[in-house]
Every structure is written in C-alpha cells, then in structure tokens.
C-alpha cells in the first residue's frame, strides 16, 4: 500500500514538473518557410469592394486614382493575418488573428513626387489582435509602398507591396 502512494505520488509531481515546463515554454519562433501569402490589388475606381476573410472582412471605399492592396498570410494552411492599405483615408491596417507570441511587423515608405525625399517610417506590429491604424497624412495620388517583416530589426522580410493613396 505503502508503495502504492509513492508511486502515485511521484507520478503526480512528474505531471506538475511536466506541465511547470509546457507553461514556461519560449514564446512562438518565427513563422520560417511555413508562412505564404495571397496578394490582392483592387483599382478603388471600382468600390465600394468588400472581401472576405476569417478576420473581420476588408471594405475598400471609393477613392478616385486610388490602388488598395490586401495580403492574407497563412502557415501551414491556417489564417494567421492580414494587411490592408486602404487609399481612402491613406490608412495601413495590420491583423495578428494567432496571437500565439510571434506577429507581423510593418514599415511603410513613399517618396515625395518630383523627385523629392524618400520618407521610411518607424516599426508597427499588432502585438496579437489589430494593430494601430496607420494613418498616413500624405496627399492623393501618392505611392506607397508597404514592407511587411517577421522580425521587429527588419531583417526577415516577408514581402513589399505597393498601393495608391
């Protein structure tokens, strides 16, 4: 009997030890080579245009001359998020839908018409859920280019995509 509750005993903390080590566990590493993505341009000429998705849908306005930009990330098949530029309003949205310790990091960039300055912005990232709405205060018709990252430095580039404001 004795030795009955030693062994129950034993298996217990084992279990306690066992999950102490799931619970600490490092959070997610880096999408890496399981990460693909879907890129969509839409000419806001054409919208009102309304997309889905397993997030929340995407809604492009109409917004003369404009180019919207929509791309779905997955791994292993899984929708993990989006980004969106939205030329009505010069907004860049950014969807973590995992939440699961890894994310998506974003610089934008645009270069004043005419050959003027190249403006980089700083680092965005949703941090799990929606990120911060970019809101560029830029005028119309500009390009704007859109650098998604799977590290915050800026090293592991996932892709670049371009939009119209």
Not at 71 to 86: A, D, I, L
Not at 154 to 163: F, L
């Amino acid at each position: 009997m004795r030795f009955m509750r030693r062994a129950a005993g034993l298996a217990a903390g084992a279990g306690l030890l066992a999950g102490a080590a799931v619970g600490t566990a490092a959070p997610a590493h880096a999408f890496g080579s399981e990460l693909t993505w879907s890129a969509y341009t839409y000419d806001t000429d054409d919208c009102p245009c309304t997309l889905i998705d397993p997030i929340d849908n995407t809604y492009f306005q109409y917004d003369a001359g404009g180019k919207a930009v929509k791309v779905s990330f997955r791994v292993s098949g899984s929708y993990t998020g989006k980004m969106e530029f939205h030329p009505s309003g010069e907004k860049i949205w950014l969807y973590d839908s995992k939440a699961d310790g890894d994310t998506y990091y974003l610089r934008f960039s645009y270069t004043v018409p005419g050959g003027g300055d190249t403006v980089t912005s700083s680092v965005y990232s949703p941090r799990g859920g929606v990120g911060p709405t970019v809101d560029l205060d830029i005028p119309e018709g500009w390009p704007v280019t859109v650098t998604v990252y799977d590290d915050a430095a800026g090293t592991d580039r996932i892709g670049s995509w371009t939009g119209i404001g």
